[in-house]
Every structure is written in structure tokens, then in C-alpha cells.
């Protein structure tokens, strides 16, 4: 299982980053490993929405299907990944000024064939870096 937490200060009041964070298929535009999204269900927001995000890790690539699991505007966006990796992850806002924080956690589980522990233990320093650089590109939209 890979577990990780990341927290950024970003610089615009949360009614603005929730504005962005809230339009699911403008993620690609500032997470570098999610190459595109599809959604599975007519809905695009809110707690029920699926979709197909394909991500490429250096010469990795799957299409995970995701499922929206929480979704507390201008708070909080919890997923639930299925697929080739499974685990659950949220963004968390928190209004600071005209600033706001945001914490992204992330548990994921890797299966057997991918290694299991061991595959986690080896993708977790390289996951935290890549997700490091989607947070200051998100930082970048404001």
C-alpha cells in the first residue's frame, strides 16, 4: 500500500480553487501523469460521477475508472480508483485569507503482480514527486 499526503498553499481564495478543481476534466491540464479523462456516467460533478482517466507514469500506462465519493464544495473531492491500482484519495481545501490550503491524500494498493508491497515501497517516492509537480502547476492556474 502506498500512502501519501500533500499539502500546498494556493494563492486564491477556495471559492476560486474549488472553481477549478470542480471541472474534473480540466485536471489533465496541471496533472502531468493523466493524459485524458472520459466520463463513464451523463453527470460530471458531484458524488456518483465516473470516468476513465488514462495515466502514464514513465513508461507506464493504464486507464483507471475513478468514481467521485465525496464532494463538499469549496472543502473537500474524494475519488475511489478501480483498475490496474486501487485505493481512495481526496483533495481538502481550507480557506487562509485570500490564500487557500489544499491537502491531497492518497492510499494506494498494489496488486501482486505489480509487485504488491514491494511495488508500492519502490512507487511512492516517485508518485510523491510527480504529484509535488502537480501541485505547483496547479499553483501556476492562479
Excluded: Y
Amino acid at each position: 500500500m502506498a500512502t501519501l499526503t500533500l499539502s500546498t498553499e494556493l494563492p486564491a481564495p477556495v471559492a476560486v480553487v474549488w472553481e477549478e478543481l470542480r471541472h474534473i476534466d480540466r485536471h489533465v491540464h496541471w496533472m502531468a501523469d493523466a493524459e485524458s479523462i472520459t466520463f463513464t456516467t451523463e453527470q460530471h460533478e458531484g458524488v456518483g460521477t465516473q470516468f476513465r482517466c488514462r495515466t502514464k507514469v514513465g513508461p507506464f500506462v493504464t486507464t483507471d475508472v475513478m468514481t467521485i465519493t465525496a464532494w463538499e464544495p469549496e472543502r473537500t473531492m474524494g475519488v475511489r480508483h478501480s483498475g490496474l491500482i486501487t485505493g481512495e484519495g481526496a483533495f481538502h481545501l481550507v480557506a487562509k485569507g485570500d490564500a487557500t490550503d489544499m491537502t491531497w491524500a492518497e492510499t494506494l494498493i498494489f496488486p501482486w503482480w505489480a509487485g504488491g508491497p514491494l511495488g508500492a515501497l519502490v512507487a511512492t517516492p516517485i508518485l510523491r514527486a510527480i504529484w509535488r509537480r502537480n501541485l505547483r502547476r496547479l499553483q501556476q492556474r492562479f
